[in-house]
């Protein structure tokens, strides 16, 4: 089974629509990470924590928001998507020290 | 945010050849990492550096940690199919490069 699992894996909602991207991992560590990938850009982090209480916001955190509901736990929603939210969007964890280990990706479109 | 800049954004090269890419950055980087990404899938950690100077060999991959801690460059000793991908630098943990799109022709 795999240690980062992403839910859903592709996704297409319309402008203006809630959505959620869940993210679960087996490998105990404390922090995760969301990430986005956009062609010609790499990868680009939304949110971050490091622990259940902790929430930080990354380099592109605006029209989204985080939940760490648990040490395995960590989802992102978009609470109006718009289009230019279209993107393959990753989640990570990682113990102390800075080798991330990352989800399967989850494509979202939004129309 | 901090600007991670790669090339070469992509390469075609022939079964066999060697490849070089870099990356460069504006600030200095305490660790640098480089990652590959498959098609379809999450990217996956090659080579960690946590020394500037320091260079350090996966089988036929060798990374360096640039002197001046702003660049980090990635070499690929005689390539295979396989080795298709994006490969993706990172410093500091976070800060992830815009990728080199690698393709080989058998």
């Known amino acids: 089974d795999a240690d980062v699992t992403q839910t859903p894996r592709n996704r297409i909602t319309k402008t203006g629509k809630r959505i959620m991207l869940e993210c679960s991992q087996t490998k105990g560590h404390d922090r995760m990470y969301w990430y986005r990938q956009d062609p010609g850009l790499g990868l680009r982090l939304i949110y971050y924590?490091?622990?259940?209480?902790?929430?930080n916001k990354g380099e592109i955190s605006d029209g989204y928001s985080v939940s760490r509901q648990a040490q395995a736990k960590f989802s992102l929603s978009l609470e109006s998507a718009i289009p230019n939210q279209t993107a393959l969007y990753f989640c990570?964890?990682?113990?102390?020290?800075?080798?991330?280990?990352f989800g399967p990706g989850t494509r979202l479109t939004v129309l | 945010g901090q600007q991670l800049n790669q090339s070469p954004q992509s390469m075609f090269i022939q079964e066999g050849e060697d490849v070089s890419m870099n990356c460069t950055s504006s600030?200095?980087?305490?660790?640098w990492l480089w990652y590959k990404q498959d098609p379809g899938e999450g990217p996956v950690l090659l080579i960690a550096?946590?020394?500037?100077?320091e260079l350090t060999s996966n089988g036929r991959l060798t990374a360096q940690f640039g002197i001046t801690r702003k660049d980090s460059f990635l070499n690929i000793s005689a390539s295979i199919p396989s080795d298709v991908g994006i490969y993706f630098c990172?410093?500091?943990?976070?800060?992830f490069g815009t990728g080199t799109s690698l393709t080989v022709i058998p």
């Open positions: 924590s490091f622990d259940v209480k902790d929430i």
């Open positions: 990570a964890t990682s113990n102390i020290g800075n080798e991330q280990f």
């Open positions: 990172a410093g500091n943990q976070f800060y």
């Open positions: 600030s200095i980087f305490n660790t």
């Open positions: 550096l946590y020394k500037a100077g």
